[in-house]
């Protein structure tokens, strides 16, 4: 028993350590960003990616040179909807490693394609993380994957790549219990590895992400400039709202903000992401905040022409008719514990499952499905402009 125990467990560090994650992905830019355990300087490659290197397209080389925990590698000047290759060379201290991986960049600014997943509340942790806080000894890796009590994110993950997407969408609670920079390992970087080194994924802040340090942990490590954004992809307009550590209401900064947003028309469609739902029948169904979105922030949505807004927080997944042209869907069921649903009017479907949702958007339709982690499809809807 002794034996088997030693050859079990392994000294544990929890300073936040990542590979590639690729960040900011617009039709004529990039960024890729990696987070180290200490101070590091490197260098990054990015290169057109052709079946034959024909020499046509000079490699894009960017460095880092300030020693720093949290390395940014920015690239502009690409060209639309084209594959690149990049290759990171990064040094701590005597130490070098190098990394590599691909990208795409977006189509012009409201045109083409774009398959985006959407997710939230994920960043479930095992119990053997706090235990390893403590005594500085964890599991051996081998024995991590077959021990109880890890998220399903890891899966989840997964079925994500195997979606061929574009881009992500977190729908907030990327780390549990309380956003900890320590946590990020186990909750993000290491499950998430694949997805993120070859698209972006852009975050929000979820209510567990905003305890520690105002959700200062996610900002820096999905380098985001404010709390609360816009980006264009293709055909879609995406708007993201703070509804934890920024206030929204009618005099707030960030209320003009939306409302100055919306009115910008920069593509066919409009899709608003946020932590929190505005319709659930869930655990969250007679919160406050809930209400001050659907009686505030609604009437925006609906005069702008927003189609389609994507929450979490209550974990499963739920699709609402849609009010005055929105549909709203929650999908939270990212890996967490799953809640309880119950019923009402105005809900075309409900499911308490693990899963992901994908969209499919184009000039003329979006078309969404609801995926569980063994692939099957939950739910399906079309909507329309």
Same mark, same amino acid.
């Given at each position: 028993?002794?034996?088997?125990?030693?050859?079990?467990?392994?000294?544990?560090?929890?300073? @936040?350590?990542?590979? @590639?994650?690729?960040?900011?992905?617009?039709?004529?830019?990039?960024?890729?960003?990696?987070?180290?355990?200490?101070?590091?300087?490197? $260098?990054?490659?990015?290169?057109?990616?052709?079946?034959?290197?024909?020499?046509?397209?000079?490699?894009?080389?960017?460095?880092?040179?300030?020693?720093?925990?949290?390395?940014?590698?920015?690239?502009?000047?690409?060209?639309?909807?084209?594959? %690149?290759?990049?290759?990171?060379?990064?040094?701590?201290?005597?130490?070098?490693?190098?990394?590599?991986?691909?990208?795409? $960049?977006?189509?012009?600014?409201?045109?083409?394609?774009?398959?985006?997943?959407?997710?939230?509340?994920?960043?479930?942790?095992?119990?053997?993380? %706090?235990?390893?806080?403590?005594?500085?000894?964890? @599991?051996?890796?081998?024995?991590?994957?077959?021990?109880?009590?890890?998220?399903?994110?890891?899966?989840?993950?997964?079925?994500?790549?195997?979606?061929?997407?574009?881009?992500?969408?977190?729908?907030?609670?990327?780390?549990?219990?309380?956003?900890?920079?320590?946590? %990020?390992?186990?909750?993000?970087?290491?499950?998430?590895?694949?997805?993120?080194?070859?698209?972006?994924?852009?975050?929000?802040?979820?209510?567990?992400?905003?305890?520690?340090?105002?959700?200062?942990?996610?900002?820096?490590?999905?380098?985001?400039?404010?709390?609360?954004?816009?980006?264009?992809?293709?055909?879609?307009?995406?708007?993201?709202?703070?509804?934890?550590?920024?206030?929204?209401?009618?005099?707030?900064?960030?209320?003009?903000?939306?409302?100055?947003?919306?009115?910008?028309?920069?593509?066919?469609?409009?899709?608003?992401?946020?932590?929190?739902?505005?319709? $659930?029948?869930?655990?969250?169904?007679?919160?406050?905040?809930?209400?001050?979105?659907?009686?505030?922030?609604?009437?925006?949505?609906?005069?702008?022409?927003?189609?389609?807004?994507?929450?979490?927080?209550?974990?499963?997944?739920?699709?609402?008719?849609?009010?005055?042209?929105?549909?709203?869907?929650?999908?939270?069921?990212?890996?967490?514990?799953?809640?309880?649903?119950?019923?009402?009017?105005?809900?075309?479907?409900?499911?308490?499952? %693990?899963?992901?949702?994908?969209?499919?958007?184009?000039?003329?339709?979006?078309?969404?499905?609801?995926?569980?982690?063994?692939?099957?499809?939950?739910?399906?809807?079309?909507?329309?402009?």
């Amino acid at each position: 028993m002794v034996a088997l125990l030693v050859a079990t467990v392994r000294v544990t560090d929890e300073t @936040p350590k990542s590979g @590639p994650l690729v960040y900011g992905v617009t039709s004529s830019a990039a960024r890729i960003v990696v987070v180290r355990p200490s101070a590091a300087t490197g $260098t990054a490659k990015l290169s057109r990616h052709t079946p034959v290197d024909d020499g046509a397209t000079q490699a894009k080389v960017v460095q880092v040179e300030a020693s720093t925990t949290r390395l940014v590698f920015a690239f502009d000047g690409l060209d639309p909807a084209c594959t %690149y290759d990049y290759e990171l060379s990064l040094r701590e201290g005597d130490v070098q490693t190098r990394m590599t991986g691909r990208l795409r $960049t977006a189509p012009p600014e409201g045109t083409g394609k774009v398959r985006f997943a959407a997710f939230g509340d994920s960043g479930k942790i095992p119990w053997w993380t %706090y235990a390893s806080a403590k005594v500085s000894l964890g @599991p051996a890796p081998w024995l991590e994957g077959l021990l109880p009590g890890r998220g399903y994110q890891w899966e989840l993950a997964q079925g994500i790549v195997d979606s061929h997407v574009d881009l992500v969408l977190h729908l907030g609670d990327v780390c549990y219990p309380k956003g900890r920079r320590e946590h %990020y390992n186990e909750a993000y970087f290491e499950p998430f590895a694949n997805l993120a080194a070859q698209v972006p994924v852009w975050a929000t802040i979820g209510n567990h992400d905003d305890i520690t340090e105002q959700a200062q942990p996610l900002i820096d490590y999905f380098d985001l400039g404010s709390r609360y954004y816009d980006f264009v992809y293709g055909p879609v307009h995406f708007v993201c709202i703070d509804v934890y550590s920024s206030a929204i209401d009618a005099k707030s900064k960030q209320r003009q903000w939306l409302e100055a947003t919306l009115k910008k028309k920069v593509a066919p469609w409009i899709v608003v992401f946020l932590h929190r739902p505005f319709h $659930t029948v869930s655990r969250s169904k007679d919160d406050a905040d809930n209400a001050l979105l659907r009686n505030e922030v609604h009437p925006l949505l609906r005069d702008a022409g927003a189609r389609l807004v994507l929450s979490g927080h209550d974990h499963n997944y739920q699709r609402f008719e849609p009010i005055d042209g929105v549909h709203y869907v929650v999908a939270g069921g990212g890996g967490k514990s799953l809640y309880e649903l119950g019923e009402s009017d105005d809900l075309a479907f409900s499911v308490r499952e %693990y899963g992901f949702v994908v969209v499919d958007a184009d000039d003329r339709v979006m078309r969404l499905a609801a995926h569980g982690l063994d692939g099957s499809v939950l739910d399906r809807v079309e909507i329309a402009r």
